[in-house]
């Protein structure tokens, strides 16, 4: 499993997709937002519109139960309460929110799913961390070169696999790093933490194994092309 790769020390995490926990969810009306970050260097907004009270989701189950970890739309997630008791008595840091969430709606995509076991969630975001991509040492294919040194907000076209710049991570054990801040990136801390208790709908790729090219577009020529 991810959590054995020898060396690694990052993880991405991803929702466990086709498998037998594989749950999303929406937002339902009234929807209330709120501004999106900024970035306190350049000014540019860092992420989606602020997801305000009330929360109040329909979730939609893809595999046989519903898991502990949900995604939905924008940089919200869900997680069950025996994931946010876990993560608060483990002492882990990163997720901020934990908002009680309203699920009004249930819906089955697939036939058996056991719609009658559906646990508490609570609403959360991982905080917006200090650690930053290496820029020299990731295979990131970008659109648009890194202008801001802060946020490092770039087209991202292709990944093939990234690394954080020596020094800047300061401890989060779950965070959207400068740079791709697209990717929730999770400490060994967090990921023993969810094999240890068996949670479910959450995948764990090492930062260096992590591949997303939705287009085809390949890695760039080298570890400095695109890359600003």
């Not at 300061?170 to 023993?192: C, H, M, T």
């Amino acid at each position: 499993m991810a959590f054995d790769v020898p060396g690694s020390r990052f993880f991405v995490l991803e929702e466990g997709m086709f498998g037998p926990n594989d749950t999303k969810f929406s937002k339902v009306a009234p929807v209330n937002r709120g501004d999106p970050p900024q970035c306190p260097l350049c000014g540019e907004p860092m992420g989606m519109l602020t997801w305000l009270s009330p929360y109040r989701v329909e979730l939609e189950l893809h595999g046989a139960a519903p898991g502990d970890f949900v995604e939905g739309p924008g940089y919200d997630v869900l997680i069950s309460q025996r994931v946010a008791e876990a993560y608060q008595e483990a002492g882990l840091t990163g997720l901020l929110g934990f908002n009680p969430v309203e699920v009004v709606r249930v819906r089955s995509k697939r036939k058996g799913s056991a719609q009658g076991a559906i646990p508490p969630y609570f609403a959360v975001i991982a905080c917006f961390g200090r650690g930053a991509v290496d820029e020299a040492r990731s295979r990131i294919r970008r659109s648009e070169p890194v202008t801001c040194p802060e946020c490092r907000s770039a087209g991202v076209d292709s990944v093939h696999g990234f690394t954080l710049e020596p020094d800047t991570w300061q401890g989060e054990d779950i965070f959207r790093p400068r740079g791709k801040r697209g990717s929730l990136v999770v400490s060994e801390r967090f990921a023993a933490l969810v094999h240890r208790h068996g949670f479910t709908n959450m995948k764990f790729t090492p930062t260096e194994e992590y591949v997303w090219d939705p287009d085809g577009k390949g890695p760039p020529a080298s570890p400095h092309a695109e890359s600003g």
